[in-house]
């Protein structure tokens, strides 16, 4: 058993996704044992990191600069706004090339059973920026989880008095599936094969 800083250090990086006892064991011994050096540029730059990621004050999406760089590419299509989860989602659709409009990061999924509200995510800020701008569909790139679900279903019932087509993901993304772990294919035909809800 580790004592002191050492298993303060274990501690942090158990904290870490995926990361086990074991693991977290053999990384504090790997960080304080290899290049002095290395490990403290490791230290730097998650402080950097950390430090100089922000929300974007337009889509919430996590940046360097505010606002992001999708925010301020009026080349997207300015007419379809993707709504998404988190950050990463953007990343990942993205990637895909098969979209080129706006994004919006709700940063979360309503859950009753986790006590999150349509109020505890920016869904009244999404509801504020289709209001005020030229926005014609509005695409729900949510997991199809439960908390997805009735994420969909909240949003399409007060999407229903704004003047736009609210489409979600085909199915190509298996229910209880993450967007996150499928493949740029499947995420790419979900796009593709987007429906109205
Ligand atoms: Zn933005």
Do not use: W
Not at 9 to 19: A, E, H, S, Y
Not at 119 to 134: A, R
Not at 174 to 186: L, Q
Request: proline share 4%; hydrophobic share 40%; aromatic share 8%.
């Amino acid at each position: 058993m580790f004592k002191g800083v050492l298993a303060e250090l274990q501690k942090n990086l158990r904290l870490l996704p995926g990361v086990g006892e074991k693991t977290a064991q053999r990384l504090a011994m790997h960080l304080i044992t290899q290049e002095k050096e290395l490990s403290l540029r490791l230290a730097e730059s998650i402080s950097a990191a950390v430090n100089a990621m922000k929300k974007c004050s337009v889509c919430h999406i996590l940046t360097e600069v505010d606002p992001c760089i999708y925010c301020s590419d009026y080349k997207r299509d300015q007419t379809k706004i993707c709504v998404v989860e988190n950050s990463q989602d953007v990343y990942l659709i993205d990637n895909t090339h098969e979209y080129n409009g706006r994004y919006f990061v709700l940063g979360g999924l309503i859950s009753p059973l986790d006590g999150i509200s349509p109020k505890d995510i920016f869904i009244h800020e999404l509801l504020e920026t289709i209001n005020s701008g030229e926005i014609e569909e509005v695409i729900l790139a949510l997991n199809p989880s439960a908390e997805g679900e009735s994420t969909i279903n909240y949003l399409a019932a007060a999407l229903k008095k704004y003047m736009v087509k609210v489409t979600r993901l085909s199915t190509g993304i298996p229910f209880g599936g993450d967007i996150g772990y499928s493949s740029p294919v499947t995420l790419s035909n979900a796009f593709k094969r987007r429906f109205s809800v």
